[in-house]
């Protein structure tokens, strides 16, 4: 393909970059001829040596292969004693591939006074290349007939420079990945997303990014994309306050792969607002609620949810167990040590979590009597997991250690629920409540359940529940508010 000339009017950015080839003549000669040429060098992983970094053994480079799409920063330096007067030298583009591909800062002109005797010429990519293409950098000319356009050599002249346009990888990763808030309504968090091979504003700013599973409320916003094509700062303010002690609040934000960007390394960011009161796992609200000697314990619950047009409580109820964990967790109790005197075959509970899933079989439970959600959902844990949550609601004791009350969460997650195989959804849900002894024995769960997931809800639906651990209890008074409808998935 003939190479085609471009030229575009924009400004001029300077940065200092000063560096010499193993054959230009020594700079303190003063006899010296002054020249003009390419100064792009190469660290030892072959990135772009940038200011201030450089280096005086290493050899400029006539060609590059670029597979970043961040700005490509290409010095040309005027070897000479410090000058008297301003000096231009010009220089063109040429392209085999698509002109629309990159843009060229400045145009053609480049500007050297003083002992300012290094000027730069970037080039940025606001569109993904499809095919291998090269672009060249060619010096022409400058102001002053007595520099020399290339190095005073035969063995590198340097007054072309040849970028070829290589396959380029986009990824993105957080460089931190937690952050604790004291949970104050308007508190702000700023965090960054990194692309270490840069990123095209254009196949983002349309498309999310993140996915979520949100202990509290909050907005996210994000600073203007400008030139920077490393990273992008968010900024997340809290929306509501989240000041008990005795709970934690905890929103995970999760990278996914979305075309021409694959997540990697660091994917998740976990914002907490911390416990503040110290649990006393023999307080154990988790066995108010599970009895492990029977495989078929139900607890019994309500939900406000639509029922042909009116809003009503509905009940519904699942198989319910505590959460196995190891010796060494923090929240673990002793259950049971087998019989044994070996501590190896001893087995612990979580004094605070509890879980709903089936006693065998692949089939699913009714968890927080989600099936009323959807009109064609599969009951078969192959296609629909999420309707058995085996770590689902954690306790918080009153003071740390209360038997009769405390707060209550929904542990943080995404399920998945779908009609097939082939359609399936991810939903985050999250919630938070309270429970207490209400009567000799009976334990009631009082909290609200989001479900959030665009395409199903159109973003966040919620509604209220009432747990119990017995089936004899009140029904719960009618609630003056709205209440969810049956979607079809």
Request: with cysteine; aromatic share 12%.
């Amino acid at each position: 393909m003939n190479l085609t000339k471009i030229i575009s009017a924009l400004s001029l950015v300077v940065i200092l970059f000063s560096s010499c080839s193993k054959d230009d003549y020594k700079l303190e000669s003063k006899n010296i001829d002054p020249f003009i040429r390419f100064n792009f060098m190469v660290n030892s992983a072959g990135a772009p040596l940038e200011y201030p970094a450089v280096s005086t053994t290493t050899i400029p480079s006539a060609t590059y292969e670029n597979k970043s799409v961040k700005i490509l920063k290409v010095p040309v330096t005027l070897t000479s004693s410090t000058l008297k007067n301003p000096v231009t030298a010009n220089f063109s583009t040429a392209t085999s591939g698509d002109l629309d591909t990159f843009t060229v800062e400045p145009a053609s002109e480049l500007l050297f006074q003083g002992n300012k005797l290094t000027d730069t010429i970037y080039l940025s990519f606001d569109k993904r290349w499809k095919d291998k293409q090269t672009i060249s950098l060619k010096l022409e000319n400058t102001s002053d007939s007595n520099i020399h356009i290339g190095n005073l050599n035969t063995a590198g002249l340097n007054d072309i420079f040849t970028i070829t346009l290589g396959e380029s990888t986009t990824y993105y990763t957080f460089p931190i990945k937690d952050f604790i808030v004291k949970g104050e309504v308007g508190e702000k968090i700023d965090f960054k997303v990194n692309f270490p091979n840069g990123f095209i504003p254009s196949e983002i700013e349309n498309t999310s990014i993140f996915k979520f599973q949100n202990g509290f409320e909050y907005s996210l916003t994000h600073d203007d994309y400008g030139d920077n094509r490393s990273s992008i700062t968010y900024h997340l303010t809290l929306l509501e306050d989240i000041q008990n002690d005795d709970a934690r609040y905890e929103t995970k934000i999760t990278l996914i792969n979305i075309p021409n960007y694959v997540a990697s390394g660091n994917i998740g960011l976990t914002i907490v607002k911390p416990i503040k009161s110290p649990r006393d796992i023999q307080a154990y609200p988790a066995s108010k609620f599970t009895d492990p000697t029977n495989a078929f314990y139900l607890t019994y619950g309500e939900h406000w949810f639509n029922n042909n047009g009116n809003c009503t409580w509905q009940t519904f109820n699942a198989l319910t167990f505590p959460v196995i964990v190891t010796k060494d967790n923090e929240n673990a109790i002793l259950y049971s040590d087998r019989g044994t005197t070996n501590p190896n075959d001893d087995v612990y509970h979580d004094a605070f979590k509890i879980g709903f899933n089936v006693a065998t079989g692949t089939n699913t439970v009714n968890s927080f009597g989600l099936k009323r959600f959807f009109s064609n959902e599969s009951g078969s844990a192959a296609v629909s997991p999420g309707f058995n949550i085996t770590s689902a609601l954690e306790f918080f004791p009153a003071n740390g250690n209360s038997k009769t009350q405390g707060t209550v969460l929904v542990i943080p997650q995404d399920i998945t629920i779908g009609s097939s195989a082939t359609n399936t959804h991810v939903i985050a849900i999250s919630g938070e409540g309270t429970y207490k002894e209400t009567s000799n024995g009976l334990f009631e769960i009082s909290f609200e359940l989001k479900l959030t997931n665009d395409k199903l809800f159109g973003g966040t639906v919620s509604t209220q529940y009432r747990m119990y651990n017995n089936r004899v209890y009140t029904k719960p008074t009618p609630l003056n508010i709205a209440c969810p409808k049956e979607v079809t998935l």
